[in-house]
C-alpha cells in the first residue's frame, strides 16, 4: 500500500481566514514533505519533515506553518493568503534518505484563496 | 540554465504508437531518476525510480538513464489513451535532503 491521504480536497478560503490542510500516511515513513504546484508546473518543494522535525524549510511565507505531530500526520496552516497562493498542495512521504526513499504523493488539495 | 529541462510539449501520438520522453540535466551528482505521471487535478504517481546509469523495463514503461551525457528517457509502447497524461521527470542526489529536482513536464495525449 503506498497510499497518501489529504483532506480537504478542495478549499476556498477568504484573504483573513485560518485554514489548515492535513495529510496522512501509514507506510511508516519517517519523511513527509509538502509541495505546492501551480497549473502547468512542476511540484515546488516548501517543506520538509524529517523524523518529525523541520528539515527544509524552502525560504517559504510566514502565512504557511508547517506541523507534523506525529510519525504519520503532516498539517500545514494557513493565514493571511494571498490569492497568487491559490494552488494545488500536495503531501508526499518517503523512507528516510537512501537508496529505497522513494517519494510518494498524496492527491492534493486544490486551494482557492479569494 | 535550468538544472533539469524536459520539453513541454504538448505531445499528440496515435493509439499503439511508441511515446520517446526526454529529460536533460545539469548537475553531475544526481544519482536518482524517476518518472512520475500526473492526470489532471491529480497528485503525480512514481511511475519509475532508477539507481544511477542503466535501464529500467515495468510493463510497457522502460526507464533509460545515461549519465554520461546526462540524458534520461521514459519509453511507452503499445501506448494508450489512458497513458493521456502529464510526465514528470525528477531527481535528486545522495545526501540532498529528499529534495526533488523536476522537469516542466511533457504533456501527452494518445488518440484512439
Known amino acids: 500500500d503506498t497510499e497518501v491521504t489529504q483532506t480537504p480536497k478542495h478549499l476556498v478560503m477568504g484573504m483573513t481566514n485560518k485554514k489548515s490542510l492535513k495529510c496522512e500516511q501509514h507506510m511508516g515513513h519517517r519523511a513527509m514533505y509538502w509541495y505546492k504546484q501551480k497549473a502547468k508546473k512542476p511540484p515546488e518543494l516548501m517543506f520538509v519533515y524529517s523524523y518529525e522535525k523541520l528539515s527544509i524549510n524552502e525560504s517559504v511565507p510566514s502565512r504557511f506553518s508547517p506541523e507534523c505531530p506525529n510519525s504519520s500526520l503532516l498539517n500545514l496552516h494557513l493565514h493571511a493568503l494571498q490569492p497568487e497562493d491559490s494552488a494545488l498542495y500536495l503531501c508526499?512521504?518517503?523512507?528516510?534518505?537512501?537508496?529505497?526513499?522513494?517519494?510518494?504523493f498524496g492527491p492534493g488539495t486544490r486551494l482557492t484563496v479569494t | 540554465q535550468k538544472e533539469v529541462e524536459q520539453d513541454p510539449g504538448p505531445l499528440s501520438v496515435p493509439e499503439g504508437a511508441i511515446v520517446s520522453l526526454n529529460c536533460t540535466y545539469s548537475?553531475?551528482?544526481?544519482?536518482?531518476f524517476m518518472w512520475y505521471r500526473q492526470y489532471s487535478r491529480k497528485g503525480p504517481e512514481l511511475l519509475m525510480y532508477?539507481?544511477?546509469?542503466g535501464n529500467k523495463e515495468d510493463g510497457r514503461f522502460t526507464a533509460q538513464v545515461d549519465k554520461s551525457s546526462k540524458y534520461i528517457s521514459l519509453f511507452i509502447r503499445d501506448s494508450q489513451p489512458s497513458d493521456s497524461a502529464t510526465y514528470l521527470c525528477?531527481?535528486?542526489?545522495?545526501?540532498?535532503?529528499?529534495?526533488?529536482?523536476f522537469g516542466q513536464g511533457t504533456e501527452l495525449s494518445v488518440k484512439p
Open positions: 532508477t539507481y544511477s546509469s
Open positions: 525528477a531527481m535528486k542526489r545522495a545526501g540532498g535532503g529528499g529534495k526533488l529536482i
Open positions: 508526499a512521504s518517503s523512507q528516510v534518505e537512501g537508496r529505497s526513499d522513494k517519494q510518494y
Open positions: 548537475n553531475s551528482a544526481f544519482q536518482y
